[in-house]
């Protein structure tokens, strides 16, 4: 090495100290232990601060290399080609017999530049440059298909587009969240995704193909699936129905509208878990099966339409529940189709197992008790809560939740 590599490196070595505030004697004694100890403590660091690790001491020169855990954030590099050249040297450096366990890309331009103009960003190669966005991430995804990886995350800030390749998707994932910024930036997944043993899968901003009869069911093959959160994400053109189906998912987070599509469809009998947020109600839904096994639901919703009575559709799917969570902005929103369409001709579902009913406010819900009481009351029209005498309403306030909840009541 140069004069001036060692004493950049030198450098380097005293400033992690001065960092860690440790003492001389005290990085003697981290120094000293187990690999497994340490490659476990450089599992968390960011990769490329692992990798700086090497200039310490011959003792952590090639720690690196084992890592099992990889953190890549490339708003930490100067630019797009500097952080492609330390990942492709990365890559051929890490050591191919140890086994891959996690993945974590945050792809996005630096901090100091993330204000500039788009021509700027353009010429510094982080905008509208698909051939230098896309390589490291077909680098990366490769590289973690060969290895089996098992958890994976994407993060992506960039102007790209990226038709997913069935095959970058690995057989060993059980972790797989893939988020892409709603400006520009596209990634539209293949039919079906064969991942055998997935059972967590965050999608932001990611788009489904269609199959000939203009449905999306791209979930139906992840037979262990537990967990789905779907955020921003929108159908292909051709797409008109998205159907959510399969037969072991447990919670499913529904965030913000599909785009384009005109129905969800719930296939999910081992449902127990549901999230309705945002503007999302404005998707019509219907089930092919009777959701028995759901027991919560928190819905979030938005709309600037109350002339839609769609809006209500997904109370006839929930009608099984022993716990509903409704924010203020959903009761405004019940109470404005319900002004608009006559609510005698709205039926609510009766809600059997119903056992507790909370409504979110904070000081800033300009909504009035008798607002909540009187949906409550229309929730409960046609449930045997309101014919039952056992069985009351019991109204409990605290700073941020008016909390109701159904008691069966021995004596009193």
């Given at each position: 090495a140069s004069p001036e590599g060692?004493?950049?490196?030198?450098?380097l070595v005293v400033k992690m100290k001065e960092e860690l505030n440790l003492s001389k004697d005290?990085?003697?004694?981290i120094s000293e232990l187990p690999d497994n100890i340490l490659l476990h403590m450089m599992n968390f660091m960011d990769t490329r601060e692992a990798v700086q690790t090497c200039v310490l001491s011959k003792r952590w020169n090639n720690l690196w290399k084992r890592l099992t855990s990889l953190l890549f954030n490339s708003s930490e590099f100067e630019s797009v080609f500097k952080f492609n050249k330390f990942l492709s040297k990365f890559l051929s450096d890490r050591d191919d017999s140890i086994s891959l366990l996690n993945v974590d890309l945050d792809f996005r331009p630096p901090h100091e530049i993330a204000c500039l103009?788009?021509?700027?960003?353009?010429?510094?190669?982080?905008?509208?440059?698909?051939?230098?966005?896309?390589?490291?991430?077909?680098?990366?995804?490769?590289?973690?298909?060969?290895?089996?990886?098992?958890?994976?995350?994407?993060?992506?800030?960039?102007?790209?587009?990226?038709?997913?390749d069935p095959v970058c998707f690995c057989p060993?994932?059980?972790?797989?969240?893939?988020?892409?910024?709603?400006?520009?930036?596209n990634c539209k997944l293949p039919k079906s995704l064969q991942l055998p043993v997935l059972k967590t899968l965050y999608l932001h901003h990611v788009g489904f193909t269609a199959s000939d009869n203009g449905c999306a069911e791209p979930f139906s093959t992840c037979f262990l699936l537990n967990t789905l959160v779907l955020e921003c994400c929108y159908l292909d053109v051709d797409a008109k129905v998205i159907c959510i189906s399969n037969s072991n998912l447990s919670c499913l987070v529904l965030d913000n509208k599909f785009e384009v599509a005109d129905e969800i469809v719930l296939s999910t009998p081992k449902l127990r878990l549901l999230t309705i947020k945002d503007d999302c109600c404005m998707n019509k839904f219907?089930?092919?099966?009777?959701?028995?096994?759901?027991?919560?639901?928190?819905?979030?919703?938005?709309?600037?339409?109350?002339?839609?009575s769609v809006h209500l559709s997904w109370l006839q799917l929930v009608s099984n529940i022993k716990e509903m969570i409704l924010s203020a902005d959903t009761i405004r929103l019940i109470r404005r189709v319900l002004e608009v369409f006559d609510s005698v001709r709205i039926h609510s579902p009766g809600f059997v197992n119903l056992e507790t009913l909370v409504v979110k406010r904070d000081a800033l819900d300009l909504i009035s008790d008798e607002?909540?009481?009187?949906?409550v009351r229309f929730l409960l029209q046609n449930s045997i809560l309101s014919l039952d005498k056992e069985k009351t309403l019991k109204v409990?306030?605290?700073?941020?939740?008016?909390?109701?909840?159904?008691?069966?009541?021995?004596?009193?």
């Amino acid at each position: 090495a140069s004069p001036e590599g060692k004493e950049s490196e030198g450098k380097l070595v005293v400033k992690m100290k001065e960092e860690l505030n440790l003492s001389k004697d005290d990085w003697d004694k981290i120094s000293e232990l187990p690999d497994n100890i340490l490659l476990h403590m450089m599992n968390f660091m960011d990769t490329r601060e692992a990798v700086q690790t090497c200039v310490l001491s011959k003792r952590w020169n090639n720690l690196w290399k084992r890592l099992t855990s990889l953190l890549f954030n490339s708003s930490e590099f100067e630019s797009v080609f500097k952080f492609n050249k330390f990942l492709s040297k990365f890559l051929s450096d890490r050591d191919d017999s140890i086994s891959l366990l996690n993945v974590d890309l945050d792809f996005r331009p630096p901090h100091e530049i993330a204000c500039l103009s788009d021509c700027t960003l353009y010429y510094l190669g982080f905008l509208g440059r698909p051939r230098f966005e896309l390589e490291p991430l077909n680098r990366l995804m490769e590289y973690a298909v060969s290895r089996n990886c098992q958890r994976f995350s994407i993060n992506v800030g960039f102007d790209c587009r990226l038709d997913v390749d069935p095959v970058c998707f690995c057989p060993s994932l059980t972790i797989l969240r893939l988020s892409f910024t709603p400006y520009g930036a596209n990634c539209k997944l293949p039919k079906s995704l064969q991942l055998p043993v997935l059972k967590t899968l965050y999608l932001h901003h990611v788009g489904f193909t269609a199959s000939d009869n203009g449905c999306a069911e791209p979930f139906s093959t992840c037979f262990l699936l537990n967990t789905l959160v779907l955020e921003c994400c929108y159908l292909d053109v051709d797409a008109k129905v998205i159907c959510i189906s399969n037969s072991n998912l447990s919670c499913l987070v529904l965030d913000n509208k599909f785009e384009v599509a005109d129905e969800i469809v719930l296939s999910t009998p081992k449902l127990r878990l549901l999230t309705i947020k945002d503007d999302c109600c404005m998707n019509k839904f219907s089930s092919t099966c009777n959701l028995s096994f759901l027991e919560k639901v928190y819905i979030d919703v938005i709309s600037y339409d109350e002339h839609s009575s769609v809006h209500l559709s997904w109370l006839q799917l929930v009608s099984n529940i022993k716990e509903m969570i409704l924010s203020a902005d959903t009761i405004r929103l019940i109470r404005r189709v319900l002004e608009v369409f006559d609510s005698v001709r709205i039926h609510s579902p009766g809600f059997v197992n119903l056992e507790t009913l909370v409504v979110k406010r904070d000081a800033l819900d300009l909504i009035s008790d008798e607002e909540v009481n009187w949906i409550v009351r229309f929730l409960l029209q046609n449930s045997i809560l309101s014919l039952d005498k056992e069985k009351t309403l019991k109204v409990i306030y605290t700073n941020t939740l008016l909390k109701i909840q159904v008691n069966i009541l021995q004596s009193i």
